[in-house]
Each structure stands twice: as structure tokens, then as C-alpha cells.
């Protein structure tokens, strides 16, 4: 038992960091900033799902993505359309042509609930939706393309265009998803308002809490034989090939369950902003997901979450001061984190864990001559970490 | 069909046949520059939208200069060979000092030309405007012919046309019938070999690069001709251009001009009798379907992997 709770949380070292990384979430940030601030690290947290799918699928299966977006949007319109079915009740919506549907089926000439839609009336219905559909279309992406043996580039360029079609394809469709505009107005689960700042807070621990347990879930996974196998067809996929494993099915299943992390981050995205849109299921938020998880570390699991709300938090500041500076910063610190520091923060930080491991070994042989080496090179790491 | 005559039907085809030939140049030019890139050295540049985009702008910003010095009716020629010449120089420079460092990692190549794509697009920004500007054209290409009083063709789709053929056939010659091509094509084939027996393979790559870009550039001027260029203006066609070269099947030239002539026939046509975003869709999806299918692409030449 514990030595499967030790294997869970990967030793030591791994039990210390996801203890820092919980106690920040749950601790330092709701104390030290108020509720709109937290609101907005709520979001980020919602990225951070993202990228610990993509850990899970590019940094130790070797599949890069570029579609991610879809699968946090399908899980964030599932969401969106049960609050909206919910927002719009015959009595609110009575002053429409057809009380009872969304105000902008309304808008647009339709006057029957959609067949699409009316799983999302049941709260039940929706939740499994939002799991299974985005694992559904997952599997048939990755049955498509693995069986076929299509990786690399070319698994890449096709999850893009699929996040553009299905972007277009919300867009275009402004009747049946409600456009470029995308769902708004989102106010109650099931009678609870969500917009005050009680419900906030809970949304923010909810959020953290399936954070800390999507972490978990893929460190079971990473942990287990089938995370050495991820390893292997990372690095030299036709040997394990030979050595009589089905590839394809291995990086199937990976793809879906990376599908429905990225979808229950979408789903809590539509519960804490309130509302759900297009601009978070095409080509460039998919992408900007990947920057997430390169700049944390792409091997990292908790990595990828400080480098979710490092970006972020970059971006908010410099877009609210320098705005033409930023997209500078974004791009110049893409190049430099691919081109430099491919393992990204937690690469940083492993680096000089090291170094100070062997300096406190050396200082202790000779105490006075390496006491004043060591100080620096933890305000160094601190630097890498904050 | 739709309400329409068989007459009608015909001209419908014919002229959105047309509006389609020039996506087809643009989306042509775009994709040979990243199948020589992608197809010849495995590369993927994001980027490749933002050289069209400088290729645009040297277009633009020289027919202003023409029309202030009155050479409004030629100036059209020196854009095009200037913006070959300054997307091939940045191309080099890039290859330079990103892209040789990363040959061996692919989807990190995909990564880091991405950063480059925004940085670039900001220099847009910062230095022309975020608004969109056109390039005057010359009064030669302006107007259109009629061959019959139904149907209207403009003559700078028959120009950007030609110009598009002629960089096809140039990158043919230079490819399969010049020295520098065989040299591409050796190490295309064996890296090692071909550094044995003496061809500077890093100054190939380099050169290869550049090229693809250069002809990126070409693309971006003849984009001036039927649309106005903004900062963002080279993401409209980086997917579709990814997409012509995955379908035609990289380093295949026929592959390439064939996928590019359907993919840019088949929107324009769908675009007509459905609404702009669903023929897109459904042109976008009836690729993706095929190449799961057939991932390796139309005109891939067969080979033992």
C-alpha cells in the first residue's frame, strides 16, 4: 500500500513538489490575492489541464498535438450549452418568437431546440458528454492516424487543420453553436449562481482539486509499465514494435485520455468565465497551449502548470502595459525555450538541484571555501522556480 | 440544381473556376515554397506565411514609391524580383541562425518558426499599421476581357497565372535540370554520401531554405493582386498551404501543383453554392478524410520505409 501511494507520487522528491505545488494553489494564492485575481488564476488553471495532457502526449509519448484546443472546446461547449439550456427557460425567454430555446437560435430563424442539444437539458448527461465525446472523437482521430502508422509532422499539421475546420465550423454555424460570439450568459448549475464570489472560490477548489488529480492520474500513468512503453516508442517506436507491442493502440489510448483532461479543463473554463467561444478552439490557443507546456517542461507534470501560469501571467501584465511588447516576449521566448531549454523550467530547475546537491557534498568536505558558492546558486534556482 | 439553368450553370463554373485559379497561384506559389522546404529537408515553417507576407509588403510599399514617381505601369516586375530577394535574404539569415540548429528535432523546428511567426507579424504591426493596405495596380492590369458577354475575367488573374507557371517551371529547371538541384536532391537522398563525395551539405540546406522562402516572397506579390495585405495576413493561407503539400505528398511536384489546383477549385466552387465557411469546411474535410486514408498523400512516390 504505501509502497504504491510512493510510487504514485513519484518518491520523495515528487511527493515534495506536488505538496508545493497544492499548498500554492489551495494556500498562498487565495490568501494573497483577492477574489477577482484568483478568478483569473482559476482560468489559468483551466490552460494548466491542457498542458498536463500534453506532458502526457507530447513530452513522454512523443505525439505533438496541435489540436488540443478542440478537445478543451468540446468540453467547455458541453458545459456552455447545458448553462445556456439552463439560462433559457420559457419564463426568461418569453419575450422571444420561440420562448424556451437560446436567445440566439432565436436570432437566427430557429425555432426548435436542435437534436444535438437536448442531451445537455440533464446535468448527468452532461458531465459523461463532456468526458466521453472528447475521448470518443479522440479515438476515432487516433484510430484513424495511428493504425495507419501517420506521426510526427504529419499527426501535427492534421490535429491543426481538424482545430481549424471545427473553428470555422462553429463560427460559420452561428444558429446552432451561437458564432464567432460563442455561448455567453452563463449563470447557474442547477439553480446555484456561479457568478458570486462564494461560488468563485468553490469553483476555484474544484478546479484545483481535479488539477491536482489529473496530475495524479498521469503520474499513475507515467509511473506505470505502460509509461516506460510511452518512454521507449517515444525514442525508438519500431523496436517496440518488434518486440511484439501494438503501438498504435498504446498511443490511442493516450491520445483519449490526454482528449478528456484537456475537456474537463474546458468544462471548468465555461464554469469560472462564464462563458465559452471559438477563439479557444482553433489553430492559435491550441498552439499557445503547447508554448504553455514547453516553457514548464515538457516532461514536467507540475512543471507544465507553473509554466501555465508563468505565460499567463506574463501576458496579462505586459498586455495590459506594453501591448505591442508582448507578442515580441511570447514569440522571442518560444524560440529561446525550444532553442535553449528544450526541458524548459523544470529542466532549469534540475539542472541546478544538481549542482547544489554536489556543492553541499563538496562544502561539506571543505566548509569555508564553498560556503559562499552555494548562496548564489540558490538564488538561482529560486529565480528558475518563481 | 440550385435554381440555376445548365447555361448559367456553366458561366457560374467558369468564372468561379476563375476567382479560383488565382487562390490556385497563391496557394501554388505558397506550397512550392514549403515542399521544397518541408518535402526536400523535413522542416516545417510556420513561418512561411509571414515571408508571403513580407513579399506583399515590398509590393505595396513600392507601388507607393512607383506612384509618387510615376513608373506606376512597371513597377510590378521589380516587386516581384525584390521581394524575392529580400524573403530569400531573411530566409537565409533564419536558417542561419534558428533553423541549423534544430534539424534534428522536427516538431521543435515547427515550434520555434511559430515564435518566429509572431515575432514577425508584431514587426508588421509595429511598423505598417495594423490596418490592411492594397498596392495600386498598374492600368495594364487592371479591367477584364470578355470572350462572351457572360463571362468576365480579370486580367491580373491571368497575370498572377503566368507568373505562377513560370516559377513552376523555374523551380522544375532548377530542381531536376541544374546542378544545385542535384546537389539538393543528393542529400535529400544520403546526407552522409553526399558530404563524401564533396557537395557542402549545410550551404545546400541554407540555400534550400532561403529559396522556399524567396518563393514565399514571389507568392506574397502576387497576393497583392486580388487582395489587401494586413499583419496577419499570412495566417489565411498557412493551413492551406500545409495541407496542399500533405496531400500532394511532399516532394512531389506534380503532387504539389495537382493538390493546389483542386483544393483552390474545390473551395471556389463550394464557396458559391454554399455559404464561404461550410465550402472551406467541407473542402477542409473531404483532405483530412482522404489523407487518413491515404496518409502518405496523392502522388507520393512509393517507398520502403
Known amino acids: 500500500m504505501n509502497a504504491s501511494l510512493s510510487k504514485l507520487v513519484g518518491g520523495k522528491q515528487g511527493a515534495i513538489g506536488l505538496a508545493l505545488l497544492a499548498a500554492l494553489i489551495f494556500v498562498v494564492l487565495p490568501l494573497g490575492v483577492d477574489i477577482f485575481r484568483l478568478n483569473l488564476v482559476g482560468k489559468y488553471l483551466t490552460y ?47 419575450i422571444q418568437t420561440t420562448p424556451g430555446i437560446p436567445d440566439f437560435m432565436d436570432w437566427n430563424q430557429i425555432t426548435e431546440l436542435p437534436w444535438f442539444w437536448h442531451p445537455f437539458q440533464s446535468l448527468p448527461l452532461t458531465i459523461l458528454a463532456i468526458l466521453v465525446i472528447p475521448a470518443l472523437f479522440a479515438y ?88 516506460m512503453l510511452l518512454l521507449a516508442m517515444r525514442d525508438k517506436e519500431e523496436r517496440v514494435r518488434f518486440s511484439g507491442y501494438d503501438v498504435s493502440n498504446f498511443k490511442i489510448f493516450i491520445f483519449c485520455v490526454a482528449a478528456m483532461i484537456s475537456a474537463v479543463g474546458g468544462a471548468m473554463f465555461t464554469l469560472q468565465v462564464g462563458f465559452m467561444s471559438p477563439s479557444f478552439v482553433g489553430i492559435v490557443p491550441s498552439i499557445e497551449m503547447v508554448i504553455f507546456c514547453a516553457v514548464g517542461g515538457r516532461m514536467s507534470l507540475i512543471g507544465a502548470v507553473y509554466g501555465t501560469l508563468l505565460v499567463n501571467y506574463g501576458k496579462t501584465v505586459f498586455s495590459e502595459t506594453y501591448p505591442e511588447l508582448w507578442l515580441f516576449l511570447m514569440g522571442g521566448l518560444f524560440i529561446t525555450v525550444v532553442m535553449f531549454f528544450p526541458n524548459g523550467l523544470a529542466g532549469i530547475y534540475e539542472k541546478y538541484a544538481k549542482k547544489i546537491k554536489f556543492l553541499r557534498k563538496f562544502s561539506d568536505a571543505q566548509p569555508e571555501k564553498a560556503a559562499d558558492v552555494v548562496p548564489t546558486n540558490e538564488i538561482k534556482e529560486m529565480g528558475a522556480k518563481a | ?143 477584364s476581357f470578355k470572350p462572351t458577354p457572360d463571362i468576365d475575367i480579370p486580367i491580373n488573374g491571368v497575370f498572377v497565372m503566368v507568373l505562377a507557371l513560370l516559377v513552376t517551371a523555374g523551380v522544375y529547371i532548377f530542381m531536376y535540370r541544374s546542378r544545385w538541384g542535384l546537389r539538393v536532391r543528393a542529400t535529400v537522398q544520403n546526407r552522409v554520401m553526399a558530404g563524401a563525395v564533396g557537395i557542402n551539405t549545410k550551404k545546400v540546406d541554407r540555400v534550400t531554405f532561403a529559396l522556399g522562402c524567396g518563393i514565399a516572397g514571389v507568392a506574397g506579390a502576387a497576393f497583392t493582386t486580388i487582395a489587401s ?68 498523400g496523392l502522388f507520393a512516390s512509393k517507398l520502403r520505409k
Open chain 1, 48 to 94: 494548466a489541464f491542457v498542458a498536463v495532457s500534453l506532458v502526457l502526449l507530447w513530452g513522454n509519448g512523443g505525439i505533438l498535438s496541435l489540436g488540443q484546443g478542440i478537445f478543451f472546446g468540446l468540453g467547455g461547449y458541453g458545459m456552455a450549452m447545458f448553462m445556456k439550456l439552463e439560462a433559457s427557460d420559457p419564463i426568461t425567454t418569453k
Open chain 2, 1 to 143: 440544381m440550385f435554381g440555376y439553368s445548365m447555361g448559367d450553370i456553366g458561366n457560374i463554373m467558369i468564372m468561379q473556376g476563375f476567382s479560383g485559379l488565382s487562390m490556385f497561384t497563391v496557394l501554388l506559389l505558397m506550397a512550392l515554397g514549403l515542399a521544397i522546404i518541408f518535402g526536400q529537408m523535413g522542416v516545417i515553417n510556420m513561418a512561411h506565411g509571414e515571408f508571403m507576407t513580407i513579399g506583399a509588403y515590398t509590393t505595396v510599399m513600392l507601388s507607393k514609391v512607383a506612384a509618387t514617381y510615376g513608373f506606376v505601369n512597371y513597377y510590378f516586375l521589380i516587386a516581384i524580383v525584390l521581394a524575392f530577394i529580400l524573403a530569400f535574404a531573411l530566409g537565409y539569415f533564419v536558417e542561419f541562425i534558428m533553423i541549423r540548429h534544430l534539424y534534428k528535432r522536427p516538431l521543435d523546428t515547427l515550434l520555434a518558426t511559430w515564435g518566429l511567426s509572431l515575432v514577425m507579424q508584431q514587426a508588421f504591426r509595429s511598423s505598417f499599421g495594423a490596418k490592411e493596405m492594397s498596392a495600386e495596380l498598374p492600368e495594364w492590369m487592371l479591367g
Open chain 1, 140 to 227: 476515432f482521430i487516433g484510430f484513424a492516424m495511428f493504425k495507419r502508422r501517420v506521426g510526427g509532422v504529419y499527426f501535427a499539421i492534421i490535429t491543426q487543420a481538424i482545430a481549424l475546420i471545427l473553428s470555422i465550423l462553429i463560427v460559420g454555424q452561428q444558429g446552432l453553436t451561437g458564432g464567432v460570439n460563442g455561448i455567453t450568459d452563463l449563470k447557474t448549475v442547477m439553480g446555484w449562481d456561479t457568478r458570486t464570489d462564494s461560488a468563485k472560490y468553490i469553483l476555484y477548489y474544484v478546479n484545483g482539486i481535479l488539477l491536482i488529480g489529473s496530475i495524479l492520474l498521469s503520474k499513475y500513468i507515467l509511473n506505470s509499465k505502460f509509461g
Open chain 2, 229 to 296: 495585405t494586413g499583419p496577419t495576413t499570412g495566417t489565411l493561407y498557412i493551413v492551406d498551404s500545409f495541407m496542399v503539400v500533405v496531400f500532394g505528398g511532399a516532394a512531389s511536384l506534380m503532387g504539389t501543383i495537382a493538390s493546389a489546383f483542386g483544393i483552390a477549385q474545390a473551395q471556389s466552387i463550394l464557396q458559391f453554392f454554399m455559404t464561404s465557411s461550410m465550402g472551406k469546411v467541407t473542402t477542409l474535410l473531404v483532405i483530412v478524410g482522404i489523407l487518413m486514408m491515404k496518409p502518405e
